[in-house]
């Protein structure tokens, strides 16, 4: 299984961007898609996710109410819609997916390659 993220860029202060994640390979149990970064020097830490059988979704106080987490489960694509970036967001953005529950990041059984949002002031 593989995970392609993309729409990663430079933003400045209060801007948008929206990620992308989609799934591709062998067919596998889709529980949840979630999204994690990792700053320079600090540990990988959780954004967001989604549990599709019931659409919850779940949030990193951080993020609250500036993200969105969003996809579409018979493609195996997740996005997170970022609003009101601020510069603490910069980090390397990893998109994975688990076949059961849990939420950390240990749970997730496959990983994307990360892609890079810088927030400059």
């Known amino acids: 299984v593989q995970l392609q993220a993309s729409g990663g860029g430079l933003v400045q202060v209060g801007g948008s961007l929206t990620l992308s994640c989609a799934a591709s390979?062998?067919?596998?149990?889709?529980?949840?898609m979630g999204w994690f970064r990792q700053a320079p020097g600090k540990e990988r830490e959780f954004v967001a996710a989604?549990?599709?059988?019931?659409?919850?979704?779940y949030y990193a106080d951080s993020v609250k109410g500036r993200f969105t987490i969003s996809g579409d489960y018979a493609k195996n694509t997740v996005y997170l819609h970022m609003n009101s970036l601020k510069p603490e967001d910069t980090a390397v953005y990893y998109c994975?997916?688990?076949?059961?529950?849990?939420?950390?990041?240990?749970?997730?059984?496959?990983w994307g390659q990360g892609t890079q949002v810088t927030v400059s002031s």
């Open positions: 994975a997916a688990r076949s059961r529950p849990g939420a950390q990041a240990s749970d997730y059984d496959y």
């Open positions: 390979g062998r067919t596998f149990t889709n529980y949840a």
């Open positions: 989604i549990r599709w059988r019931v659409l919850n979704t």
